[in-house]
């Protein structure tokens, strides 16, 4: 297998201006989906996928989300005591390794590609993967466990991939396709949030990405982009022009932006939905709920 992937940023440093007020004391990555913060599904995929290495990219007033990777001996052996063994498993599922995880301080939220750049010596000369936690994927294999086999065979730069509306494409990097292959993409460029009508196609970049430390390399230059901000898009495009490897992946799945707050209802609604303990309940309510909405129409 070339270049095995065992290190994963997760950029979380972000101030979620549009889960304001909720986030002036709560980080983005805490609110839940159902009873798992976002944070968890993240970690989750990341396991999945194979990596040891997790290295949060994090900034002022989100310590709630480094409290959450600690282990709680108190509340474990309060459960233990009770024999709740299904609750202390689950939380069980939030514990790291020793030594697994690693915080860096973003001190100035300069944009995507400067939180990246900000891990640069925890990463030093190996292929990492980049998350957003922002970004839930639900599939039936990882998302990023997809791109890292198909990385085996391609190497390089590689970046998830799905088509939006063409009137969405101002909110996302959009590839300029060379070659479609289906899964695999291969592209001349890459455009941070281009107007729908200079966009060169509609598939945009979501948030997963396995990237080489050429692109630290780019990233140092800390060109400003779209909105004044360092953008890993830009850097990414620049390692196209080189000739080594940058391929779009077209993943199997389903994403939410729970970055907006109607991405974050439709994942609760589907995560909801898709749980054994809730369903029934749930779905109950909702068909109740569209046939009041229709009556009422
Ligand atoms: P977003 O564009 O969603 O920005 O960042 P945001 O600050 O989180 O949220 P809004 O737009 O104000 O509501 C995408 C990802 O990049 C991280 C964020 O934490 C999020 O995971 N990010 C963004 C940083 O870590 N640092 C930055 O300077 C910018």
């Not at 009873?35 to 900034?59: C, M, N, W």
């Not at 004044?228 to 939410?256: C, K, M, N, W």
Request: proline share 5%; net charge neutral.
């Amino acid at each position: 297998m070339k270049n095995r992937v065992t290190k994963a940023i997760f950029p979380v440093a972000g101030l979620g201006t549009r889960f304001l007020p909720a986030t002036k004391s709560v980080p983005k990555e805490i609110m839940t989906l159902v009873d798992r913060p976002l944070i968890q599904y993240a970690i989750d995929e990341a396991r999945a996928a194979g990596i040891k290495e997790f290295i949060f990219v994090t900034s002022r007033g989100k310590s709630a989300l480094e409290d959450y990777f600690d282990h709680s001996p108190e509340l474990e052996s309060a459960l233990r005591k009770k024999g709740k063994t299904d609750l202390l498993a689950t939380l069980k599922t939030t514990n790291m390794e020793s030594g697994a995880i690693a915080y860096i301080r973003q001190h100035r939220a300069l944009g995507l590609g400067h939180a990246v750049w900000c891990a640069r010596r925890l990463i030093a000369n190996e292929p990492f993967a980049v998350i957003l936690p922002d970004d839930v994927i639900a599939a039936e294999k990882p998302c990023l466990q997809q791109m890292v086999e198909a990385h085996a065979e391609t190497g390089g730069c590689m970046v998830a991939a799905m088509e939006v509306p063409q009137d969405k494409t101002s909110s996302y990097g959009i590839l300029d396709v060379r070659e479609d292959h289906g899964t695999i993409v291969s592209m001349n460029g890459m455009v941070e949030k281009p107007p729908a009508e200079e966009a060169p196609s509609n598939l945009a970049v979501i948030g997963r990405y396995i990237l080489t430390p050429k692109v630290m390399q780019h990233l140092n230059k800390m060109d400003r982009g779209a909105g004044g901000e360092v953008q890993l898009t830009d850097a990414i495009a620049t390692e196209i022009g080189s000739g080594r490897p940058v391929h779009g992946y077209r993943f199997r799945g389903q994403r939410f932006d729970c970055g907006s707050k109607a991405g974050f209802l439709q994942a609760t609604v589907a995560f909801g939905l898709a749980r054994d303990d809730l369903r029934d309940e749930f779905s109950q309510y909702l068909d109740e709920l569209v046939s009041v909405r229709n009556a009422a129409q």
